[in-house]
């Protein structure tokens, strides 16, 4: 896989409990693969609340301390929309390739968001790794990307 994203910097993941199994099998995978991953919790599937772990990886991003974040619950609803309250992160809520690919293409996210109540495990890690290695295109998109910054 061709990564787009600095592998200098570690990936920053975080999950609830509904999202905890899918972040345990992308850290493993990831780290197969090389990248150093952040895990910033939880650490089980005891109930637990999402923005504990969303605003943890977001921060990362939003620093520069993180090439990229993903980030899973449930629906993947409450997470992105956590992320997204951080100034410079783009999260994108993907449930297929297309979408993930699209996210990177023509947003530019660096946040990667996933229901897993909603998508297969293989699903999820062909958009982790679509989501990695897909550039974003610029041009015409650049304008849109700094217009949700405010610029």
Known sequence: MQNTFDTALPLAIGSDHAGFQYKEQLKAWLTGLGWTVEDKGTHSTDSTDYP?????????????????????????????????????VRAALCWNEELATLARQHNNANVLCMPERFVDYTVAQKMTELFLSTPFEGGRHERRVEKIQGS
């Open 52 to 88: 504990d772990y969303a605003h943890p990886v977001a921060q990362m991003v939003e620093e520069g301390k993180a090439a990229a974040g993903i980030l899973i619950c449930g629906s993947g609803n409450g997470v992105c929309m956590t992320a997204n309250k951080h100034q410079g």
